[in-house]
Nanobody
């Protein structure tokens, strides 16, 4: 069974950077989608970035929410079973609890499905 543990959150000033890490234990299939989500206080959870290697060569993808494109980068270290979210030029509106998530192909239609970590708080001061 897959388990996820996030780390790397904290308090940062606007314009600063943070790197979130997600340690994955258990086996993930090439078609599983690994993603970062966030949930601001009093708001719904939303996807920030997601990626998959795909079953065959050149069938993987990486997607970003419009609000973070060109500022955030999702990456995977498959050998270490880690997923990262590099966040640059942070803004106060990026303040949220950030969650790591893994979804199988059949879970992709429901944002709340899949395996979740416990979350890590990111706070950006203006």
């Amino acid at each position: 069974q897959v388990q996820l543990v996030e780390s790397g959150g904290g308090l940062v000033h606007a314009g600063g950077s943070l790197r979130l890490s997600c340690a994955i234990s258990g086996r993930i299939n090439p078609t599983d989608v690994v993603g970062w989500y966030r949930q601001p206080a009093g708001a719904q959870r939303e996807v920030v970035a997601s990626t998959t290697t795909g079953r065959f060569h050149n069938t993987g993808f990486t997607n970003y929410a419009d609000s973070v494109r060109d500022r955030f980068t999702i990456s995977r270290d498959i050998a270490k079973n880690m997923v990262y979210l590099q966040m640059n030029n942070l803004k106060p509106e990026d303040t949220a609890v950030y969650y790591c998530n893994v979804k199988t192909e059949t879970q992709l239609t429901n944002l709340l499905r899949g395996t979740w970590g416990q979350g890590t708080q990111v706070t950006v001061n203006s």
